[in-house]
Antibody, heavy 125, light 107 residues
Framework: EVQILETGGGLVKPGGSLRLSCATS????????MNWVRQAPGKGLEWIAQ??????????YYAESLEGRVTISRDDSKSSVYLQLSSLRAEDTAIYYC????????????????WGQGVMVTVSS | NIVMTQSPKSMSRSVGDRVTMNCKAS??????IVWYQQKPGQSPKLLIY???NRYNGVPDRFTGSGYGTDFTLTINSVQAEDAAFYYC?????????FGPGTKLELK
């Protein structure tokens, strides 16, 4: 059974930093691209970041709105992906979801098929 | 960057109705469109990929169509459990932008 579990959320002061973790199991992690998507309270979905796998040299991609403040990384030995957030602002308050993307040998994700339950990040003084 | 829009923003329908919602891309995205369903308090669920392919286990009352810039999600004979937000997303290359969503309420 595919499992995706995000941890590391919580309350952080403006200007602070946070590292979110996403532990996965039940599938061959090495064969998937991984993503972070967030959802502010009462708002829609916002794609934040993607990291491809070893076949694509762990290439990373970021939403322009967050570039420079966010870093995605992965540890294939732990089947885990991480999101480092810095210079946090009130507008970064959101549920952060970790999702996987199969790519079936192509250089792009086909869809986001499994999602974690999300972790809440609240930025407030 | 390609901008995704969805219409209507919300709709209210009765059980058994045929529901149609739209997703529009500001540039040609070919068929690299995915649809998700999200119910309150839950993570999004994949419904449709490559604009018209139903994902595993998705009821056949859900149908996707379209190509290029205009896409449609149709729910035939909508059920009470279909009340949710529906989001389209463009894939293929970054950024993998989501549309703002359509809220479907059941009367």
């Amino acid at each position: 059974e595919v499992q995706i579990l995000e941890t590391g959320g919580g309350l952080v002061k403006p200007g602070g930093s946070l590292r979110l973790s996403c532990a996965t199991s039940g599938f061959n992690f090495n064969d998937y691209f991984m993503n972070w998507v967030r959802q502010a309270p009462g708002k829609g979905l916002e794609w934040i970041a993607q990291i491809k796998n070893k076949n694509y040299n762990y290439a990373t991609y970021y939403a322009e709105s967050l570039e420079g403040r966010v870093t995605i990384s992965r540890d294939d030995s732990k089947s885990s992906v991480y999101l480092q957030l810095s210079s946090l602002r009130a507008e970064d308050t959101a549920i952060y979801y970790c999702t996987r993307s199969p790519y079936y040998g192509y250089n792009y994700p086909h869809y986001f098929d499994y999602w974690g339950q999300g972790v809440m990040v609240t930025v407030s003084s | 960057n390609i901008v995704m829009t969805q219409s209507p923003k919300s709709m209210s329908r009765s059980v058994g109705d045929r529901v149609t919602m739209n997703c529009k891309a500001s540039q040609n995205v070919y068929n690299y469109i995915v649809w998700y369903q999200q119910k309150p308090g839950q993570s999004p669920k994949l419904l449709i990929y490559y604009a018209s392919n139903r994902y595993n286990g998705v009821p056949d009352r859900f149908t996707g169509s379209g190509y290029g810039t205009d896409f449609t999600l149709t729910i035939n004979s909508v059920q009470a459990e279909d009340a949710a937000f529906y989001y389209c997303q463009r894939l293929y290359n970054s950024p993998y932008t989501f549309g703002p969503g359509t809220k479907l309420e059941l009367k």
